[in-house]
Nanobody, 119 residues
Framework: QVLLVESGGGLVQAGGSLRLSCAAS????????MGWFRQAPGKEREFVASISWSSKATAYATSMKDRFTISRDNAKNTVYLQMDRLTPEDTAVYYC????????????WGQGTQVTVSS
């Protein structure tokens, strides 16, 4: 059973930065892509960014592509989300997810890490 463990969340002032990490508990787990999602109070979960495990191709939500950067370190089985110029609207629980071979969509999820941006 692969576990994804997020870290790096916390409280930051508006305009600040945070870097989230997502570490997979095992090495090769036939991962196709990994992504970050977030869910703010009272709102539905939304896509933030994704990265291919093999090609490093990335995708971003339009509203975040100029401020957030996703990257990965295969040797460490870790995916990162660098978040800059944060605003209070970025306050949410951020989740890491993985899609494995033969899965139709993201099928492994982390427990989430809270990001709070104060004004």
């Amino acid at each position: 059973q692969v576990l994804l463990v997020e870290s790096g969340g916390g409280l930051v002032q508006a305009g600040g930065s945070l870097r989230l990490s997502c570490a997979a508990s095992v090495g090769s787990f036939n991962c196709v892509r990994m992504g970050w999602f977030r869910q703010a109070p009272g709102k539905e979960r939304e896509f933030v960014a994704s990265i291919s495990w093999s090609s490093k191709a990335t995708a971003y939500a339009t509203s975040m592509k100029d401020r957030f950067t996703i990257s990965r370190d295969n040797a460490k089985n870790t995916v990162y989300l660098q978040m800059d110029r944060l605003t209070p609207e970025d306050t949410a629980v951020y989740y890491c997810a993985a899609e494995t071979i033969n899965a139709d969509d993201y099928n492994i999820w982390g427990q989430g890490t809270q990001v709070t941006v104060s004004s």
